[in-house]
């Protein structure tokens, strides 16, 4: 199976940050590549598909890059309401995998 | 409006059964591809099981494999997870989610998740 890495798994940063997130595959995944965002309790949701597409009614401050083995999940500038985790997923295999999340909280 | 409800969670014994439901709707249900996902309390998200639009194609995680089985029915809109031989690792909140149906794939909508606790 893909396995998928993550860093930093935490951060802390301030309203108008810029923040970024990284993720890894244990061998390349083209652009199948996507990340969502978690807030306690809630269901994830999907922010960016295919590596760098932003999903619609996300917000431009969200981008994605990358192809391969590594991607980047940018923030621009940090919004109270960004305060989450964020994971990547794969979908090159039939075995979906997720990464183990990075959590972004206030500093 | 797309949405995905689940059904079917809670308190169930180690070694015990249980079923969970998804009722779609907003959508051609019969078109997509559809997932479970669990995730531990505390924990990340885990990839759980996945069956085609027609149910050809189904896969597992490892660590279900032999123990839960997908399935579902287009006619009624359901996505079904049968669940037996509970362990407590299998402790999570449930969620299904749709795919794409692009070939790069990815998950859109979830639903709000249904919580499965194994214990005794």
């Known amino acids: 199976d893909i396995q998928m890495t993550q860093s930093p798994s935490s951060l802390s940063a301030s309203v108008g940050d810029r923040v970024t997130i990284t993720c890894r595959a244990s061998?390349?995944?083209?652009?199948?590549l996507n990340w969502y965002q978690q807030k306690p309790g809630k269901a994830p949701k999907l922010l960016i598909y295919?590596?760098?597409s932003l999903q619609s009614g996300v917000p431009s401050r969200f981008s994605g890059s990358g192809s391969g083995t590594d991607f980047t999940l940018t923030i621009s500038s940090l919004q109270p309401e960004d305060f989450a985790t964020y994971y990547c997923?794969?979908?090159?295999?039939?075995?979906?995998?997720f990464g183990p999340g990075t959590k972004v909280d206030i500093k | 409006e797309v949405q995905l409800v689940e059904s079917g969670g809670g308190l169930v014994k180690p070694g015990g059964s249980l079923r969970l439901s998804c009722a779609a709707s907003?959508?051609?249900?019969?078109?997509?591809?559809m997932n479970w996902v669990r995730q531990a309390p505390g924990k990340g998200l885990e990839w759980v099981s996945s069956?085609?639009?027609?149910?050809?194609?189904?896969y597992y995680a490892d660590s279900v494999k032999g123990r839960f089985t997908i399935s579902r029915d287009n006619a009624k809109n359901s996505l079904y997870l049968q669940m037996n031989s509970l362990r407590a690792e299998d402790t999570a909140v449930y969620y299904c989610?749709?795919?794409?149906?692009?070939?790069?794939?990815?998950?859109?909508?979830w639903g709000q998740g249904t919580l499965v606790t194994v214990s005794s």
């Open positions: 989610a749709r795919e794409s149906g692009d070939p790069l794939n990815w998950f859109d909508p």
């Open positions: 907003g959508f051609t249900f019969s078109s997509y591809s």
């Open positions: 069956i085609s639009s027609s149910s050809s194609y189904i």
């Open positions: 061998q390349s995944i083209s652009s199948y």
């Open positions: 295919a590596a760098s």
């Open positions: 997923q794969q979908s090159y295999s039939t075995v979906f995998t």
